[in-house]
Nanobody, 123 residues
C-alpha cells in the first residue's frame, strides 16, 4: 500500500511559479508510476502530468506542456511538479496519484491518491 501527501500549494500571481511535492510512504515507491491531476470547482478531474517509475518516461497535458515539469526522487520517495508561467486557469486542487504499469493519462488507472493541495493563481 502507498500513502501520498501533497504539499507546496498556495496563492501566486499570474506568471509566477510554484513547486508541488508529493511524499509517499512505503518501500515500493520506486515501482510505481506517478501522476498529477487537478480539479477546478465545477469541473471534472483532469490529467496534468505523469512520470514512469524510472523517471525517464513522462507525459503532459497539452495545456501545461512547456510550463510544467514532473520529476521524481526515488531515494526520497517524492515526486515533484514544477509549475512556471502560471495562469489563472491553472487554479485547482492538485492531486498526486500512484499506478502500476505505465504513466497513464487516465485517472481510473491510478490506485492510490493523495488528499490534494490547493493552487490559486490571481490575474
Amino acid at each position: 500500500q502507498v500513502q501520498l501527501s501533497e504539499s507546496g500549494g498556495g496563492l501566486v500571481q499570474a506568471g509566477g511559479s510554484l513547486r508541488l511535492s508529493c511524499a509517499a510512504s512505503g518501500r515500493t515507491f520506486s515501482s510505481y508510476d506517478m501522476g498529477w491531476f487537478r480539479q477546478a470547482p465545477g469541473k471534472e478531474r483532469e490529467f496534468v502530468a505523469a512520470i514512469g517509475w524510472g523517471g525517464s518516461r513522462t507525459n503532459y497535458a497539452d495545456s501545461v506542456k512547456g510550463r510544467f515539469t514532473i520529476s521524481r526522487d526515488n531515494a526520497k520517495n517524492t515526486v515533484y511538479l514544477q509549475m512556471n508561467s502560471l495562469k489563472p486557469e491553472d487554479t485547482a486542487v492538485y492531486y498526486c496519484a500512484a499506478a502500476l504499469g505505465f504513466p497513464s493519462l487516465r485517472a481510473n488507472d491510478y490506485e492510490y491518491w493523495g488528499q490534494g493541495t490547493q493552487v490559486t493563481v490571481n490575474s
